[in-house]
T-cell receptor, first 115, second 113 residues
Framework: AQSVTQPDIHITVSEGASLELRCNYS??????LFWYVQSPGQGLQLLLK??????LVQGIKGFEAEFKRSQSSFNLRKPSVHWSDAAEYFC?????????????FGTGTLLAVQP | NAGVTQTPKFQVLKTGQSMTLQCAQD?????MYWYRQDPGMGLRLIYY???????DKGEVPNGYNVSRLNKREFSLRLESAAPSQTSVYFC????????????FGPGTRLLVL
């Protein structure tokens, strides 16, 4: 069965520091991978997605993610974190092109940013 | 262009009461979804509607019913609320069931006492 693991429940970084949020997936075929961000009290907003092609994808707000098939990973990165990046981040996978587009979400990583 | 809207934003129910959560989208999307979000569990799919006139169960459908009223609207009903249904509920939509990007509403926070 498809699954997504986000090993880090909570991460704290200093403003201006680099960030990497980990995501590992379990899926038999080629996965379609997403990162969503949820600010406090808000819905989810798509940061970026990977379907095929270049394994390094760029998203909004200066985020990027790299798909590594050999490691079954899709880690999210940002070179310099801003205080406004404090939020919860969700990795998700789906079987695009299958019978249904059911997003499977990880449990989320809560990011705190220290001044 | 409001995207996906949900009402109400917050609701308190007593065990056994019923209520309907409303969702509407103005993006002309064909597919719509209901998720629940619980601490430490991420989002789990309750029901989805691939297109107007169709609905299917997701991962956690027990205790819920849905209605795809028209292309724009997709409601979620709790017939007899239980404390285990205390959660944040999100509605989402996408162009088609096979399309990649789902757009989410702001959520409804439900407390069942």
């Amino acid at each position: 069965a498809q699954s997504v693991t986000q090993p880090d429940i909570h991460i704290t970084v200093s403003e201006g520091a680099s960030l990497e949020l980990r995501c590992n997936y379990s899926y038999g075929a080629t996965p379609y991978l997403f990162w969503y961000v949820q600010s406090p009290g808000q819905g989810l907003q798509l940061l970026l997605k990977y379907f095929s092609g270049d394994t390094l994808v760029q998203g909004i707000k200066g985020f990027e993610a790299e798909f590594k098939r050999s490691q079954s990973s899709f880690n999210l990165r940002k070179p310099s974190v801003h205080w406004s990046d404090a939020a919860e981040y969700f990795c998700a996978v789906t079987n695009y092109g299958g019978a249904t587009n059911k997003l499977i979400f990880g449990t989320g990583t809560l990011l705190a940013v220290q001044p | 262009n409001a995207g996906v809207t949900q009402t109400p934003k917050f609701q308190v129910l007593k065990t056994g009461q019923s209520m309907t959560l409303q969702c509407a989208q103005d993006m002309n999307h064909n597919s719509m979804y209901w998720y629940r979000q619980d601490p430490g569990m991420g989002l789990r799919l309750i029901y989805y509607s691939a297109s107007e006139g169709t609905t299917d169960k997701g991962e956690v459908p027990n205790g819920y019913n849905v209605s795809r009223l028209n292309k724009r609207e997709f409601s979620l009903r709790l017939e007899s609320a239980a404390p285990s249904q205390t959660s944040v509920y999100f509605c989402a939509s996408s162009w088609t069931i096979a399309q990649e990007t789902q757009y989410f509403g702001p959520g409804t926070r439900l407390l069942v006492l």
